[in-house]
Structures are given as C-alpha cells and as structure tokens.
C-alpha cells in the first residue's frame, strides 16, 4: 500500500496542509507514522478519513459532531439507529435555523421597504431601526 505525504493526502482530500494539521490537533485525524528523514505519512484511510470529515461539515455538522461521528463509526456496539438519530437532530437544527433566517429576512424586506434610499445616513430608517431593536 503506498503511503501519502501530507500534501498528496491535502490534494486528495481537497484541502489545504494546515486544514491536515488542524484536525490531527483536534484528534479527527490520528498522528500519522514518520519516515526516518521526519516526513508524515499518511495511508488510504486517511483519505477516506477526510472525506469524510469534509462531507459532513458539508452537510452543516461541527467538528464536535464530526468526531462523534467518527467514533460510532469505529465502535462496534453502536448501530445505524445511533447514526440515525444524530442525522435527525441535525435536520432539526437545521430547520430551527431555517425558521430564524426566514424571521430575519421578513424583517430586512420590511424596515429596507420603509427606506427610500435618499437622505442623508444620519435619518436612514434602517439605521435607526437597529438602534430601536437593541432598546
């Protein structure tokens, strides 16, 4: 099996070195072996590892979530039902998030109406809703 530097592993994975580096710190990815001249080397799971590690954050997971993740994949006792049920949470999050963008965005269509966009910045309705909203 052929091992991979840091940087052919970061090409693979679609990533920046410092993005490898960040997450052998925050435990996502496991210290890697040295070659004897000091070189990280990394196998094919590691790759997978990444990908992985990226898809997730791609679907709204945090790094706290993604190890998570990561550790049911590893345990043997856990179960899809286990996956499921962080999978769900997330959806749920995900549409609690959905409700408070939608509430934001009613209220920017509303005080961006109630400006005519003329006059000088110190009368601009906008403005002076966000200081009335912070009373």
Same mark, same amino acid.
């Given at each position: 099996?052929?091992?991979?530097?840091?940087?052919?592993?970061?090409? @693979?994975?679609?990533?920046?070195?410092?993005?490898?580096?960040?997450?052998?710190?925050?435990?996502?990815?496991?210290?890697?072996?040295?070659?004897?001249?000091?070189?990280?080397?990394?196998?094919?799971?590691?790759?997978?590892?990444?990908?992985?590690?990226?898809?997730?954050?791609?679907?709204?997971?945090?790094?706290?979530?993604?190890?998570?993740?990561?550790?049911?994949?590893?345990?043997?006792?856990?179960?899809?039902?286990?996956?499921?049920?962080?999978?769900?949470?997330?959806?749920?999050?995900?549409? @609690?998030?959905?409700?408070?963008?939608?509430?934001?965005?009613?209220?920017?269509?509303?005080?961006?109406?109630?400006?005519?966009?003329?006059?000088?910045?110190?009368?601009?309705?906008?403005?002076?809703?966000?200081?009335?909203?912070?009373?």
């Amino acid at each position: 099996m052929e091992s991979l530097t840091s940087g052919k592993l970061a090409n @693979q994975g679609g990533v920046n070195l410092e993005t490898i580096r960040y997450y052998e710190r925050r435990g996502l990815l496991p210290k890697p072996p040295r070659t004897p001249g000091g070189y990280r080397t990394f196998d094919a799971e590691a790759v997978r590892r990444l990908r992985f590690i990226k898809q997730a954050q791609a679907l709204g997971f945090s790094l706290k979530e993604v190890r998570e993740l990561l550790a049911l994949r590893l345990d043997p006792r856990s179960s899809c039902a286990d996956v499921r049920r962080r999978a769900e949470a997330k959806i749920a999050d995900i549409e @609690q998030k959905l409700r408070a963008l939608r509430a934001m965005r009613k209220v920017l269509v509303r005080i961006t109406a109630a400006c005519a966009g003329r006059g000088p910045v110190n009368e601009c309705p906008i403005l002076e809703s966000f200081e009335e909203r912070g009373r």
